[in-house]
């Protein structure tokens, strides 16, 4: 690890992934901004208040530019500000452009006017098609336009604009990550493991949707901080702007996470089929993405690998949630 160095701006540094990002460039000796809404916040930010290192702005970053703040004098900008699950983006369907694009634009401007490097978070939602994802590959735009696509839209676009800015004195990058997961994610945005796991702990049914034979690879939230903190530099300098972080060793069946969650819980919970349309409501869809798996090419060429496996991933995650209640999720449908 290099000497302790400058501030790092991290937008959503209240949520599941900002948050693990914030603690991850505090423990490598770096000061902190976060900017978040708290509109996502899976925490209130006080500890980060009252860190001396930490400065915490509660505003949306667009609201915070459009009022005449920059970001001067900052070591680089993380972009994890988002709505993100797919419970979530229900409720901004039809807004979710004007939601991405509206922060990433202004961000993007900021960045080049500082001339401070940037990192955008996008989602492996984009490729729209099942399978080994590889960034060279081309991407699917499916024209059935559920809130899911038009969430993967606007993370392409925004993609893009980072990629094109390059031209304008940009340094920029955007990682695709690929079901994180850990302590502080909730299960209010519909997400699997802290669904299952706040499950077994209290021993209610485990709701394994659209049949169970969905496959996902599940990455640690350290692993991804990682990712950052150790190779951001190299990938500013490579010629791949965008960049899947994920952990295809960590691949599972929902049907065979279900079975796994009960069994290293010791858990009496039955596991049960459930329609997600009828916990999320009518609008809820599955990812495009039946079998979503990372292939990391571009990633493991910076030298980086991810180490969590999926059991200890289990263990932390339910480790968290046996300390705490899950308090964004008291009013969440499962
Ligand atoms: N899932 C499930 N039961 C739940 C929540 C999710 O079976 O209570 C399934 C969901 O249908 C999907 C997978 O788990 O196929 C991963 O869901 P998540 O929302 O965590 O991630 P994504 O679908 O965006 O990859």
Redesign the pocket.
Known sequence: MGAPSGEVIVTGGLGFIGSHLVDAYLEAGHRVTIIDSSTGAVIDGKDYDRDPRCTVIRQRVEDYLAAGGDFAGADRVIHAASYV??ASILSRAGRLGHDIIGSTAPVIDACIGAGTPMCLFSS??VYGRSGLLDEKDDIVVPTHYNTRIEYAIAKTLAEAMVTNSRQHGLRGIVIRPF?VAGARQSRA?????P??VQQALAGKPI????G?E?V?AFIAASDLTRFLIEHMDAALDSDDTVINVGNPANAIT?MGL?HQVKKLLGSASPIVG?D?RS?HGPHYA??E?FH?IPALRAATSLGWQPRIALDELILSTAAYYRAREDRRAVNAP?
């Open positions: 699950g797919p492996a939602e079901n945005g519909g997400f699997v493991m669904t299952f709701t394994v949707f659209a169970g969905q996902r929902i279900a459930v997600g916990v599955e990812a993405s979503k499962l």
